[in-house]
């Protein structure tokens, strides 16, 4: 077995080199081929298209957060290739809803066994961004823009951003048309989900990576006695899900926003946005699970 890994050093802590070692260990055990490339943040995409020309791996490893998922992820539609969790990332949100373990001897362990194939849906934004696990408008996208322009250090830093993107994030007036309505509705954040769960655990739906359908979900009103409770340690941790109001399941959808508002999909800024159109891409690649 031929084993490609694409690891992002600078996802999570940034301290993947002992589950690195530990993985190659298990692979030389194993008589596994291994090749591990590393991101840099520019021209990954193509980078990762001519290794795999090169080297033809039996399975692609992506090791980081939803952010370096969603870039393997896309370099692999239209390819036979599985891919696989390494979930090194701060929040791990799509690892989460497919209960990857987290700990390094467990996913050491996982990462060469016989694994089991699942489809795995995507979603297309715009005609041009994949998103794997989660986008959304609103309070949470200007977080996202805020911590990428900004950094932050510790919980205090953190606190500001939830503080300031909560105090900005205006009332938007959105109109959602799906293939079976169009809706009227107004809130904070409104948030397009391919996965069941935050990387907190948090529940978004009852829906799965592979039902060919996603949830969209808006945050009508802020409380901020939840965002006090819900605790200030990771992106999406303030959000609750008796925050949103109810689920809208379908398989495409338009939404047109009153104004330019703030868009981040798996955890990176995209820009301001007034529309939207999602399509779901269903069983795009197929995933390797325990
Ligand atoms: N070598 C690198 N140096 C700096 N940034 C990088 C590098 N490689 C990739 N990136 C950037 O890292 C981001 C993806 O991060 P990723 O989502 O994997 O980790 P994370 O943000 O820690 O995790 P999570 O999404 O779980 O919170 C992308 O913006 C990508 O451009």
């Given amino acids: 077995m031929k084993v490609l890994f694409i690891i992002n050093p600078n996802s999570g802590a940034g301290s993947s080199a002992a589950t690195i070692a530990r993985i190659q260990e298990a692979a030389a055990l194993k008589n596994i081929s291994t090749c591990i490339l590393y991101t840099t943040g520019t021209r990954d995409d193509e980078m990762i298209r001519k290794e795999i020309d090169l ?9 980081g957060g939803d952010g370096t ?5 896309r370099n692999l539609i239209g390819t036979n290739l599985p891919i696989v969790l390494l979930p090194l990332g701060s929040a791990n949100g799509l690892a989460t809803s497919l209960d990857i373990p987290k700990d390094d001897e467990a996913l050491a362990d996982y990462i060469f066994s016989d694994l089991q194939a699942m489809p795995l849906d995507l979603l297309r934004i715009n005609d041009i961004h994949i998103c794997v696990h989660l986008a959304d408008i609103g309070i949470n996208g200007m977080m996202v823009k805020e911590y990428e322009e900004g950094g932050h250090s510790g919980m205090l830093g953190y606190a500001r951003h939830v503080v300031h993107a909560v105090k900005e994030t205006p009332l938007m007036k959105y109109t959602i048309k799906t293939e079976k309505e169009t809706l009227e ?3 904070y954040m409104l948030a397009f989900a391919n996965a069941n769960m935050y990387g907190t655990g948090i529940q978004i ?18 409380s901020w006695i939840d965002f006090i409770k819900a605790g200030l340690t990771k992106f999406n941790i303030f959000i609750d899900k008796h925050m949103f109001t109810d689920v809208i399941s379908c398989k495409q959808a338009e939404v047109f926003i009153d104004r330019k508002v703030d868009f981040q999909i798996d955890g990176e800024y995209i820009g301001e946005v007034n529309y939207l159109k999602i399509e779901m891409l269903p069983s795009a690649i197929t995933i390797l699970i325990p």
Avoid: C, T
């Avoid at 739906?205 to 802020?222: A, L």
């Fill in 69 to 73: 998922i969603q870039l393997v992820a």
């Fill in 205 to 222: 739906s009852e829906g799965s990576v592979h039902d060919g359908m996603f949830e969209i979900r808006n945050i009508p009103k802020i």
């Fill in 185 to 187: 509705q107004e809130g």
């Fill in 55 to 63: 080297y033809k791996p039996d399975r692609v490893v992506a090791g």
